[in-house]
């Protein structure tokens, strides 16, 4: 199978500051990446999207995904194969892997094991891909006098005057890079060292400088749902889109960007790492007992986990807001301590409700005045909205997939 690819040296150019990005038409593949410890079938580690062209060939670039395949497994000497026992691919990391099936190989290690989330993940701090280290630039010469916690937000708006990606104005705000609800795991693995200020305590040492960058807040929102990253391509940091949208990634996947040096590479490769770890929950939930990795149970060493184990542990289910109403009966009673009618207390009364859970018994205080706890008489209406449980939002439209003209290739090196 060969995978050596040659196309023309044009173009990831950023369009012209004067003129907004063309809508282009992406192609989509799919790469498969298996593990070679497991049976077929139970194999897929993750499915990976590829909207990236070289010439007339579509797939994914390289690069992209082999680092992907380091930080689920903790192992950078990995490797891509396109057949379980075939030898490694000799593929530029700036070239692209075609549509397909490929096994992520590490040597000596057949079954080896992967971290199941983004939280149980250590940080890699003196091991990561030259790629990325080779995008390092001197930062700027420090503040005289550091932004007070308060004010990082608005400082980080005065440092980036437009949003980094569509280069405009209006409607800019503040984007964590890695994201704010992850400060334990940011405080965990000591990502405070990467920060600008370093005085910063607590929750806030997350909202640095060196971890936020400006977007429009509609590429914001898309960020947060993990529908792209910054990656390095051919030496420059650049837009990549994991998912398909409407618009956004026909604009602005394989566009460079201009990092201001005050942004930490670190805290970059962090986000993507938090990008690519809800990929591989499917493979961990399904099939037969997984080797996992982690720094929380068992002191990190490697753990045998089923799917219903996995599930249980490191992806809990959050409690419901409005759970069902429980069944009682006679064998009750001796829990609840007597029968229903003997628990009833002088000055309360009991209210019963219709609800879409089946009917509620409710106490409800009420002294002779008739007023409520906070001094304000309650209508039938208040108490009976106050018991009824609340609906969930709908789901969300899906993105579906641009369908535009003029694809811009992505170019290998020179």
């Not at 579906?400 to 170019?411: R, T």
Request: with cysteine; proline share 8%; aromatic share 8%.
């Amino acid at each position: 199978m060969d995978l050596r690819i040659v196309a023309p040296k044009d173009s990831l150019n950023r369009p012209p500051e004067s003129q907004a990005p063309v809508a282009r038409h992406l192609p989509q593949v799919e790469i498969v990446i298996k593990h070679p410890g497991y049976q077929e079938g139970e194999n897929v580690l993750m499915l990976l999207r590829g909207f990236d062209r070289v010439g007339e060939r579509e797939g994914l670039h390289h690069g992209t995904v082999l680092t992907a395949c380091h930080i689920v497994s903790g192992r950078n000497d990995g490797y891509l194969t396109a057949e379980m026992e075939g030898a490694p691919i000799e593929l530029h990391l700036d070239y692209v892997l075609h549509e397909g099936e490929y096994y992520f190989i590490v040597p000596n290690d057949h079954c080896y094991a992967v971290f199941p989330s983004f939280e149980h993940w250590t940080f890699p701090h003196h091991s990561l891909p030259s790629t990325w280290t080779e995008l390092r630039k001197p930062r700027a010469a420090p503040l005289t006098l550091m932004p007070a916690q308060s004010c990082t937000a608005q400082a980080i708006l005065d440092r980036d005057p437009s949003c980094l990606l569509s280069g405009m104005r209006d409607t800019r705000e503040r984007a964590h890079i890695c994201p704010r609800e992850e400060s334990r795991w940011f405080q965990a693995n000591g990502m405070r060292r990467y920060n600008l200020n370093r005085l910063l305590t607590a929750d806030a040492r997350i909202d640095d400088m060196s971890n936020a960058i400006a977007m429009r807040s509609d590429v914001h929102k898309a960020y947060d749902k993990r529908l792209f990253v910054m990656v390095p391509k051919r030496n420059r940091w650049t837009v990549h889109f994991m998912e398909p949208t409407f618009d956004l990634g026909s604009l602005y996947h394989n566009m460079p960007l201009n990092l201001h040096t005050d942004v930490s590479l670190e805290h970059m490769f962090s986000r993507f790492a938090w990008t690519i770890f809800p990929l591989i929950r499917e493979f961990l939930e399904q099939g037969p007992l997984r080797q996992v990795r982690t720094q929380v149970i068992n002191g990190g060493v490697p753990r045998g986990f089923n799917g219903n184990a996995i599930s249980k542990t490191f992806f809990p289910r959050p409690r419901s807001a409005s759970p069902e109403k429980r069944k009682t009966g006679a064998d009750d009673n001796e829990t609840l301590g007597g029968p229903p009618a003997e628990m009833e207390q002088r000055g309360r009364k009991r209210v019963r409700l219709s609800c879409g859970h089946g009917e509620v018994e409710k106490e409800e205080p009420e002294d002779s005045s008739g007023l409520s706890p906070k001094g304000h008489t309650r209508s039938n209406d208040e108490s009976r909205s106050s018991s009824i449980p609340t609906q969930s939002s709908a789901t969300e439209q899906e993105v579906g997939l641009i369908s535009c003209e003029n694809p811009v290739p992505l170019s290998p090196p020179p």
